[in-house]
Nanobody, 123 residues
Framework: VQLQASGGGLVQAGGSLRLSCAAS????????MGWFRQAPGKEREFVAT????????YYADSVKGRFTISRDNAKNTVYLQMNSLKPEDTAVYYC?????????????????WGQGTLVTVSS
């Protein structure tokens, strides 16, 4: 599976962005998907995950209520809608895939990674 993340950019605090991650291959629906982020000088951290069917989602406490993960298996794409953005959300955002029913918050469990897309939130 090859993953291509897009949609990052510069936004003011309080604004919104939607990230997309397009997957190659015909088995996208076999993979649970996750979003992670890495700020400068910090470790990669979990943001959200969605089951392969899309019926189950799980979020980091820091983004709960502001971010929404979703997927369209017909389009081989997973999304991350980010609202009420804060300067501390500034990071490179990565999408990841794991061949399992449910995703995990541990980045070491994912099999495939996209290249990352930069999100910068100005105050």
């Amino acid at each position: 599976v090859q993953l291509q993340a897009s949609g990052g950019g510069l936004v003011q605090a309080g604004g919104s962005l939607r990230l997309s991650c397009a997957a190659s291959g015909r088995t996208f629906s076999s993979y649970a998907m996750g979003w992670f982020r890495q700020a400068p000088g910090k470790e990669r951290e979990f943001v959200a995950t969605i089951s392969r069917s899309g019926s189950t989602t799980y979020y980091a406490d820091s983004v709960k209520g502001r971010f929404t993960i979703s997927r369209d298996n017909a389009k081989n794409t997973v999304y991350l809608q980010m609202n009420s953005l804060k300067p501390e959300d500034t990071a490179v955002y990565y999408c990841a895939a794991v061949k399992a029913k449910f995703g995990y918050s541990d980045y070491g469990t994912y099999d495939y990674w996209g290249q990352g897309t930069l999100v910068t939130v100005s105050s």
